[in-house]
């Protein structure tokens, strides 16, 4: 089955708000092996929603929509929906008796307008809403192929549309038929190439029309690769994932950190817990990334101990000053970070990133130099911006992180 995602709200054309339901109603689709083709967000506008369902309607075997379920004048999907299905709306006394013990138990007087709630499509029937005083709306709209498009609509607070999915709207799509097979994903984490370079790494598995699927995008320089099986079960979509999950990483080797939502930060701490080490930071122009990502990451400070955040070159005089010389280069200077931070915070590795250029430098020579200090001595590495100013920083940090990374997997 296809399905269809639509958002409804002035508040989610205009960029006020972030339409996170589509987001998750699309990721329970896709567990319930139903396709998700289109996401369509429509503001208050009563003919461009029923315009946006009758569309829907003619290429979509399901239809879930979010939000336009209030009293208010700008809440306009069920007279959307009537109009899309050319019936009249009617009122339902036990939606309505719902909607008042509602506001009961709230201790509040029912306002007039929350009738209009209780009106429905004819032919519809309610989707109940425990927590809230916005029914959902089950209806069928004229489909693709001479058949039927199944209709959700479901009110946009994200606590009470999750809690009607799962008690009413999952039985019924299940109910259907055509949902025998299940979508599963697996989220490889890749850092230390390019997406073309490492897409070129992996030849045949990208392609469109393979079995599983496997999709790239990045996200401030990390890589993730994402395959996709479709299968009867939990245990048929494994199978298909286990092989090619096996041919990434041996394709790819210590590019690949981690899976699902892994961070570097969280291949490090593992690599750390595992030698039970320890490290500490220093960071000068990131704005403290390393120490942020890190500390997040451990939050009671097993193995991050922690470090310094530098912004000047005043900070860098005081905080360094026996390590300070007239003619320090800015490797020397990262070196000297890396290692003033292990020493001072006694842990077994040192981290630091060097002076950060200014945005005009970086545009000249765009170097920058890491240090990593142990008790084997300081390595320092110089590396080269690349990429959109926007991601320089969180790009360093990470350059960083895996400079570690590596050390520990040899």
């Not at 530098?310 to 280069?329: C, M, N, P, Q, Y």
Request: hydrophobic share 40%; glycine share 8%; aromatic share 4%.
């Amino acid at each position: 089955m296809r399905a269809e995602v639509i958002s409804i709200g002035d508040e989610l054309t205009s960029g006020q708000r972030l339409d996170t339901n589509s987001q998750w109603l699309s990721q329970q689709l896709g567990m319930l092996g139903v396709t998700v083709v289109y996401h369509t967000t429509v503001a208050d506008e009563l003919e461009a929603n029923v315009r946006v369902f009758r569309q829907a309607a003619e290429r979509a075997d399901v239809i879930v929509a979010t939000g336009g379920l209030g009293p208010t004048a700008d809440d306009l999907t069920r007279e959307a929906l009537a109009q899309a299905a050319g019936r009249e709306l009617v009122l339902d006394e036990a939606a309505l008796e719902h909607i008042r013990e509602i506001f009961s138990r709230r201790t509040r007087p029912m306002p007039e307008s929350n009738t209009v709630q209780a009106m429905f499509p004819r032919g519809s029937r309610a989707i109940a809403n425990p927590h809230g005083t916005a029914p959902g709306i089950a209806i069928e709209l004229p489909g693709p192929s001479g058949g039927v498009s199944h209709v959700f609509a479901l009110p946009g607070v994200p606590a009470e549309m999750r809690e009607m999915w799962q008690a009413s709207v999952v039985p019924a799509i299940a109910s259907l038929g055509g949902t025998s097979r299940v979508l599963r994903y697996r989220r490889i984490k890749c850092f230390g190439v390019g997406e073309s370079d490492l897409e070129q790494m992996l030849p045949d598995l990208i392609r469109r029309g393979r079995e599983p699927q496997v999709g790239i995008t990045v996200h401030d320089a990390t890589i993730t690769l994402r395959i996709a099986a479709l299968g009867a079960d939990e245990a048929a979509c494994r199978a298909l994932i286990e092989p090619t999950e096996a041919t990434i990483r041996q394709s790819l080797g210590t590019l690949a950190f981690g899976s699902e939502d892994d961070e570097l930060e969280h291949a490090v701490l593992k690599l750390l817990a595992e030698r039970r080490q320890t490290l500490a930071t220093s960071e000068w122009g990131t704005g403290g990334l390393l120490a942020d990502w890190l500390s997040a990451a451990d939050p009671v400070g097993e193995r991050y101990v922690g470090g310094s955040i530098i912004r000047s070159a005043a900070a860098w005089a005081v905080l360094f000053a026996e390590h300070k010389t007239s003619d320090a280069g800015p490797a020397d200077v990262a070196a000297a970070m890396a290692s003033a931070c292990r020493q001072e915070c006694e842990t077994d590795w040192g981290l630091a990133i060097g002076p950060f250029p200014s945005d005009a430098d970086a545009q000249r020579s765009g170097e920058l130099h890491l240090a990593l200090a142990s008790r084997a001595g300081v390595k320092t590495v110089q590396t080269t911006f690349a990429g959109h100013p926007t991601i320089r920083r969180p790009r360093s940090a990470k350059q960083a992180l895996n400079l570690l990374r590596l050390a520990l997997i040899k």
